[in-house]
Structures are given as C-alpha cells and as structure tokens.
C-alpha cells in the first residue's frame, strides 16, 4: 500500500500554508482518500501534482541585443 500523509504534512512536503492543500482537495485538483472522517493524499499525488505544474526552462540565443526563438 503506498504511503497516505496528512493535509498538514502535505503542506510540509510542498511548503505551504495548511490552506493550500486543503483547497486542492475541496475544487478536486489533487487525489486524495477518505479514512472514515480524515483526508489522507498519496504521496505519488503530491509528485504528480508538483510534476504537472512544473515548467522547464527554454533555450534563449541573443543576436544583436535581441532574443532570437
């Protein structure tokens, strides 16, 4: 079974306010599983989420003072 953490460990983990995952989890933007009363998110949801809002750096070239694509 994969590893379930709180919404204030997620918030360690991503280091933010206890706010920001507990509002990933009410508009559906993250996984997340219901043991009995308490919201546990998978780690791998975590990774999945920072992956998908992770935005790799271009290459940019300069010729006469101007950025060339």
């Known amino acids: 079974m994969e590893r379930l953490v709180t919404v204030t460990e997620a918030a360690k983990m991503l280091g ?35 992956a998908d809002g992770t935005v790799e750096p271009i290459e940019v070239r300069w010729e006469g003072g101007r950025v060339v694509s």
């Open 16 to 50: 933010t306010s206890v706010r920001f995952p507990r509002r990933l989890i009410s508009e559906r933007r993250i996984r997340f599983v219901h043991v009995g009363r308490h919201v546990r998110i998978p780690v791998s949801a975590l990774e999945e989420f920072v």
